[in-house]
């Protein structure tokens, strides 16, 4: 009887560690039927299981209502929005670099406005050099020949006009009194009932006004001192770039080729000499049509007995280089000289001269002598030429146009270059004979060179200034 509670003991140990193994078995049937189950309930919804064997979430049951996922913000924006945002910060970049270009070139204003200047020079005698290389002159000698001659003809005629102003000044002075005291007379027998006492205070007022504003016309003289230091300082400057544009030319053209990227350099070595050419017809068709209104003008003027009819005439030739703005002012002046002079009716008929001509030219002379060379809209004019006299001054007006016509003529050359280029790269038809798939040379360029120009292509096209043959 003492072996029985051992027995007893063993027995119920037994049978807990049975019930225990009955207890694990159960949970894992559980959870393998659970896991079939989120597998069947995945596969159903048509989401993978998880690579190890267990679902990580189960699915939602099938009453449970349908939550949509947050989209993408970036396809949330709609996609007009995108691309004026893209655009829009291109933009800002492109505004900003125009900016900080603008400053550059108004912080160095009078020297950009030189080389300017000494491009037009050099436009309008480029040619006589070329001839004068022609009949056998060194490029030295012939260049030297071509800029005192240029140099001497440009002084002269200042020289001409300020002697004119200065030999006519007292004639001019009393014509105008008289024009003066007739138009005094005028006003009083006029119906606008003007009295003499009334155009007396407005003399008195005028001389009062000059009196009080001595300081700032002290000022002003002081400033146009400065003004005429910087002139003389510019045109030295022209003069010496027009010597070495004349001289070195082609040479300053291949060195500027090699500072643009060798990817962009065919366009370049194709849109320089296109440029070149669209600037050297403007100049010598604005000198052509400014030497013809200002004979036939100054004609005008003469034959009606308008005093300084010849230094009238220079200038109409001098303004005739401003678009539009130098066509009004000249024959303003001209018209204003004559009204003090001589009197309503010659003005009246100065008016009728100047009109008459300056239509002619707009209508017959500026397309006949310019033609397609240099195409720019009457709109693009006005806006350039306000923009160059705001940023500029007279100087800016000056060279507003032809910077426009350039810009055109690049542009246009560049577009058509990189459409051109697109066909040829892109992948020939399928059956194309080889002749029509085989690579062109870019214009000007001879294959295998390194640098992508030479200077027998640069020869060939030119640059500034074009090339001699």
């Not at 949970?27 to 309930?41: H, K, P, Y």
């Not at 209502?65 to 913000?73: G, R």
């Not at 003069?239 to 080729?257: A, C, E, N, P, Q």
């Not at 024959?331 to 009197?343: F, I, K, Q, S």
Request: proline share 7%; net charge neutral; aromatic share 6%.
């Amino acid at each position: 009887m003492s072996k029985l509670p051992g027995w007893l003991g063993r027995v119920g140990a037994e049978l807990t560690d049975l019930g225990a193994r009955l207890d694990e078995k159960r949970a894992q049937a559980e959870s393998d039927a659970d896991e079939r189950v989120s597998r069947s309930q995945a596969e159903a919804v048509g989401e993978p299981a998880d690579a190890g064997g267990s679902a990580s979430v189960p699915a939602p049951p099938a009453y449970a209502p349908a939550v949509a996922a947050k989209p993408d913000p970036v396809a949330a924006i709609p996609w007009g929005m995108r691309v004026a945002a893209e655009a829009g910060w291109r933009l800002l970049v492109l505004a900003g670099t125009l900016w900080v270009l603008m400053r550059v070139i108004s912080a160095v204003q009078l020297v950009v406005l030189a080389f300017v200047a000494a491009l037009l020079v050099t436009a309008m005698l480029q040619p006589t050099v070329v001839r004068l290389r022609r009949l056998g002159l060194p490029r030295g000698l012939a260049t030297a020949v071509t800029a005192v001659l240029g140099f001497v003809i440009m002084g002269l005629v200042g020289w001409f006009v300020v002697w004119q102003v200065m030999d006519n000044l007292d004639t001019l002075s009393d014509k105008v009194r008289d024009g003066i005291d007739e138009l005094k007379r005028w006003l009083l027998d006029s119906p606008f009932h003007v009295t003499e006492s009334q155009i007396n205070d407005i003399a008195k007022n005028l001389s009062d006004t000059i009196g009080t504003n001595t300081e700032e016309i002290t000022s002003a003289g002081l400033q146009g001192v400065t003004v005429m230091v910087e002139f003389l300082t510019g045109m030295l400057l022209a003069m010496f770039s027009t010597l070495f544009l004349l001289y070195d030319g082609k040479r300053i053209w291949h060195w500027v080729l090699k500072l643009v990227p060798a990817q962009a350099r065919p366009g370049v070595a194709g849109a320089g000499p296109r440029a070149w050419r669209t600037l050297t017809a403007y100049v010598r068709g604005t000198v052509i049509v400014a030497l013809i209104d200002a004979i036939f003008i100054g004609l005008g003027i003469y034959c009606l007995n308008v005093p300084m009819a010849v230094p009238l005439a220079v200038f109409i030739f001098l303004f005739a280089f401003i678009p539009l703005v130098g066509a009004v002012v000249s024959g303003a002046l001209a018209v204003v000289v004559a009204l003090v002079t001589e009197g309503v009716v010659t003005a009246l008929l100065v008016l009728a001269v100047v009109l008459t001509v300056q239509q002619i030219e707009g209508h017959i002379l500026q397309p006949f002598i310019l033609g397609r060379a240099v195409r720019v809209h009457p709109l693009a004019v006005v806006l350039s030429v306000a923009a160059g006299g705001m940023i500029a001054g007279i100087g800016g007006a000056v060279v507003a146009v032809p910077l426009v016509a350039v810009t055109n003529t690049v542009v246009g050359y560049l577009r058509a270059y990189g459409q051109e280029e697109a066909r040829r790269h892109s992948a020939p038809p399928r059956g194309a004979p080889a002749l029509e798939v085989a690579p062109i040379p870019s214009p000007g360029l001879p294959p295998n060179d390194p640098d992508g120009v030479s200077a027998d292509a640069a020869d060939a096209h030119g640059g500034p200034p074009q090339p001699e043959k």
